[in-house]
């Protein structure tokens, strides 16, 4: 069974950090392309970091210098860490594999909340 599973998100005050969690199962992880992606309440899902659907791995310029992106290919994992992190931070983060447009998959996501 293909499944991603995000953990790791919370509640965290300004200026706070946290790593979130993707664990992969029932595909090659090697094969695909890995995202993090994240959708605030009334705005659209925005890719954080990734290379998305291209071929060069970035991050968006609002976390940049704050979060990164890693994988442990030996744990079927992916992880985002997330520090200084602000209210603006606030979303749900979700895990992506992309391999093409067929093969494209999601977790379920994980609910990271930046406040005071």
């Known amino acids: 069974q293909v499944q991603l599973v995000e953990s790791g998100g919370g509640l965290v005050q300004p200026g706070g950090s946290l790593r979130l969690s993707c664990v992969a199962s029932?595909?090659?992880?090697?094969?695909?392309?890995w995202n993090w992606y994240r959708q605030a309440p009334g705005k659209e899902r925005e890719l954080v970091a990734g290379?998305?659907?291209?071929?060069?791995?970035d991050y968006a310029s609002s976390v940049k210098d704050r979060f990164t992106m890693s994988t442990d290919i030996a744990k079927n994992t992916v992880y985002l860490q997330m520090n200084n992190l602000k209210p603006e931070d606030t979303a749900v983060y979700y895990c992506?594999?992309?391999?093409?447009?067929?093969?494209?998959?999601w977790g379920q996501g994980t609910q990271v909340t930046v406040s005071s």
């Open positions: 029932g595909i090659t992880f090697n094969h695909y392309v």
């Open positions: 992506n594999a992309y391999l093409s447009p067929a093969q494209d998959i």
């Open positions: 290379a998305g659907r291209g071929d060069n791995s």
